[in-house]
C-alpha cells in the first residue's frame, strides 16, 4: 500500500482487502501491465513453466485434465504431478477463495531407468513396478517405498509474466505435444 489515507485519516484502502483481487480471471486483462501479450493462451492463464534451452509451459488447464504428465524437457524425463484443490493468492472479487491449483515437477529417473507414472484409482502410481507416490515424489509404497524422486527448478506463473521474458516457450497443452 502507498500509504495514502483519506480526509479522516483512514487507509485509501483497507488493510485487510485483496489488493489484486479478481487477479484469476481469465475474462479481465493483467492489472498494472501495459506491455505487448502473447495470446497464444489466455493471458492470464496459470501456468507450469521449465525454463532451459528451449524453456516449455504447461497451461494449468491442461493439468487439470492429465493431472499426471510424464514428458522430457532438455533432455531430463520429468512428471509433473499437478493438484487443482490449492488456493489461489488472490481471493475473487467477492473476496472468496478461489482455487488455481499447485504443481511439483521430479525427475522420473529412479537407479538409471525412467518410470513411468500415471494417476490410479489408488493415487500415482509407476507402471513399472505398482509403487504408489505422494505429491512430494516420494514412494509411500510397493517396491520403492521410501524412495524420492528429484525435483526439477520450475515455475508457477502467469502466462503474460512468463511470456514477455521468454517469448520463444513452447507450449504443452495436448498429449501430442508431449515427448516422453
Same mark, same amino acid.
Given at each position: 500500500?502507498?500509504?495514502e489515507?483519506?480526509?479522516?485519516? %483512514? $487507509?485509501?484502502? &483497507?488493510?485487510?482487502? $485483496?489488493?489484486?483481487?479478481?487477479?484469476?480471471?481469465?475474462?479481465?486483462? $493483467?492489472? #498494472?501491465?501495459?506491455?505487448?501479450?502473447?495470446? /497464444?493462451?489466455?493471458?492470464? %492463464?496459470?501456468? #507450469? *513453466?521449465?525454463?532451459g +534451452?528451449?524453456?516449455? =509451459?504447461?497451461?494449468?488447464?491442461? #493439468?487439470?485434465?492429465?493431472?499426471?504428465?510424464?514428458?522430457?524437457?532438455?533432455? +531430463?524425463?520429468?512428471?509433473?504431478?499437478?493438484?487443482?484443490?490449492?488456493?489461489?493468492?488472490?481471493?475473487?472479487?467477492?473476496?472468496?477463495?478461489? *482455487?488455481?491449483?499447485?504443481?511439483?515437477?521430479?525427475?522420473?529417473?529412479?537407479?538409471g531407468?525412467?518410470?513411468?507414472?500415471?494417476?490410479?484409482?489408488?493415487?500415482? *502410481?509407476?507402471?513399472?513396478?505398482?509403487?504408489?507416490?505422494?505429491?512430494?515424489?516420494? =514412494?509411500?509404497?510397493?517396491?520403492l517405498?521410501? *524412495?524420492?524422486?528429484?525435483?526439477?527448478?520450475h515455475?508457477?506463473?502467469?502466462?503474460?509474466?512468463?511470456?514477455?521474458?521468454? $517469448?520463444?516457450?513452447?507450449? /504443452?497443452?495436448? !498429449? &501430442?505435444? !508431449?515427448?516422453?
Amino acid at each position: 500500500m502507498s500509504g495514502e489515507v483519506n480526509e479522516y485519516g %483512514s $487507509p485509501v484502502r &483497507a488493510y485487510d482487502s $485483496p489488493p489484486y483481487a479478481g487477479y484469476d480471471d481469465v475474462d479481465e486483462p $493483467p492489472f #498494472l501491465f501495459r506491455g505487448a501479450t502473447d495470446n /497464444r493462451l489466455i493471458v492470464t %492463464s496459470r501456468v #507450469l *513453466t521449465i525454463d532451459g +534451452e528451449n524453456p516449455v =509451459a504447461y497451461p494449468f488447464t491442461f #493439468l487439470k485434465e492429465s493431472p499426471v504428465v510424464n514428458d522430457t524437457v532438455s533432455n +531430463e524425463d520429468i512428471v509433473a504431478l499437478f493438484d487443482d484443490g490449492t488456493f489461489s493468492a488472490f481471493n475473487d472479487r467477492s473476496d472468496s477463495h478461489q *482455487t488455481s491449483g499447485s504443481v511439483a515437477v521430479l525427475s522420473r529417473t529412479v537407479d538409471g531407468k525412467s518410470l513411468i507414472f500415471e494417476a490410479t484409482d489408488s493415487g500415482i *502410481t509407476d507402471v513399472e513396478n505398482g509403487s504408489h507416490w505422494n505429491l512430494a515424489g516420494i =514412494a509411500v509404497s510397493g517396491e520403492l517405498i521410501g *524412495t524420492q524422486l528429484s525435483p526439477v527448478v520450475h515455475a508457477n506463473h502467469f502466462w503474460f509474466a512468463w511470456a514477455v521474458f521468454k $517469448p520463444a516457450t513452447e507450449i /504443452r497443452a495436448s !498429449l &501430442a505435444d !508431449l515427448a516422453g
